[in-house]
């Protein structure tokens, strides 16, 4: 299932990282790193659920390879993997996560599917407006992967829970998504905003 992100990322956020591209492949590589851990995690909430276990342990292979696809060209580069830092992209939309057991588990997954959207938006915009063309070549090729990732999260959420409450909630991610991320300066992280474009980094 498709879905529009409330808040567009500006074409010059991909003319603003370009300079910086070895930290942003640092950055993708954790992003990669979380997003498998993501989809373990989920494997252990309903370890019955044949389907979820085996579309969620695809989901974990997909992004581990496409951490060892990152981390292959930031070493061909010269770069190297640094300690992980704080994510306030995440951090923010896991402010809105629910206590309530019931529905622990939908928000896990529409919070998936709402940052596999905004991944796939940047990926989009990486692989049309880089100068770099090996980076801009593997961008495009992660894109339909990721497209794939957004839809199945929230497939898995409508076999779950009622069409109507997964609509609703995932507007309410939605709106807290595009608020989080424009309210963030800019940064050569695939989850930055441009709420200060020219903050140096």
């Avoid at 696809?69 to 995440?90: F, K, S, T």
Wanted: aromatic fraction near 6%; charge should be negative; include cysteine.
């Amino acid at each position: 299932m498709a879905f529009q992100l409330e808040w567009e990322t500006p074409v010059e956020w991909a003319s603003l990282v370009a300079p910086h591209t070895l930290e942003l492949l640092c950055d993708h590589a954790h992003a990669e790193l979380r997003a498998a851990a993501s989809a373990q995690a989920l494997i252990s909430k309903r370890p019955r659920s044949k389907h979820m276990v085996e579309a969620l342990g695809q989901v974990a292979l997909d992004e581990s390879e496409h951490f060892v696809q990152v981390i292959e060209i930031l070493h061909r580069r010269g770069g190297q993997l640094e300690a992980g830092r704080d994510n306030p992209y995440a951090a923010g939309l896991l402010s809105g996560w629910s206590s309530r057991h019931d529905e622990a588990l939908l928000d896990r997954l529409l919070i998936s599917a709402v940052i596999e959207a905004r991944s796939l938006e940047r990926f989009v915009l990486l692989a049309k407006h880089l100068p770099d063309a090996e980076l801009r070549e593997f961008y495009g090729s992660l894109v339909a992967s990721e497209a794939s990732h957004r839809s199945l999260f929230v497939t898995l959420a409508r076999e779950i829970f009622s069409e109507e409450r997964v609509a609703e909630r995932l507007a309410e991610f939605l709106a807290m998504e595009a608020k989080v991320i424009s309210s963030l300066p800019f940064s050569p992280r695939m989850h930055s905003g441009m709420a200060v474009a020219d903050a140096a980094v």
